[in-house]
């Protein structure tokens, strides 16, 4: 019997989220406005008006994509002791994050803030910006060497990961 857990993260935005969103939007606008009146004043001139006019509507472009890209998911794939986090981006692109083996983790708990660091340790953050609802996850990255995994399991995924942690780690929650 197959152990299989999917869950969907959305990433709450954060008051910098939004203000960096704004921001992109009030600028990337007036400078397609800026273009756009640049090429109508160069109406008399009709290949500086035609360039004019294709910049504003790739200023445009960017602007739309920059403030699509704030919005993230992060999808956790658990398989028969597999577990793989993905990142989605506008609901369009996906980029896989990692995958690692549970069996691997060295360390598995609650997140807090005061839990140690190294300078040598890559974090990655596949939370929804909740910081009572997460947990972390270190072990050894082919990849990544020294890795930490802050993420958000539900109780199903919670489940399933602790059928496949080492025996100290599952006896010691």
Do not use: W
């Amino acid at each position: 019997m197959d152990n299989f857990a999917e869950q969907l993260v959305k990433r709450n935005e954060t008051a910098n989220d939004k203000a960096r969103r704004i921001t992109t939007m009030i600028t990337g606008s007036l400078f397609t406005l800026c273009l756009v009146l640049i090429a109508i004043l160069q109406l008399n001139r009709p290949l500086l008006a035609f360039f004019g006019f294709v910049l504003a509507v790739g200023a445009g472009y960017a602007t739309y994509f920059l403030v699509q890209s704030a919005y993230v998911e992060y999808e956790y794939t658990f398989t028969n002791g597999e577990l793989d986090v993905d990142k989605i981006i506008a609901m369009k692109k996906r980029t896989s994050l990692l995958s690692v083996e549970v069996r691997t983790f060295t360390a598995f708990g609650k997140y807090s803030d005061d839990l140690e660091e190294s300078d040598d340790m890559t974090v990655v953050m596949a939370t929804d910006n909740i910081e009572s609802k997460e947990y972390y996850a270190d072990f050894e990255h082919t990849e990544y060497g020294k890795c930490r995994l802050v993420f958000v399991p539900d109780e199903k995924m919670l489940d399933n990961i602790k059928k496949f942690l080492p025996a100290k780690l599952r006896n010691a929650l």
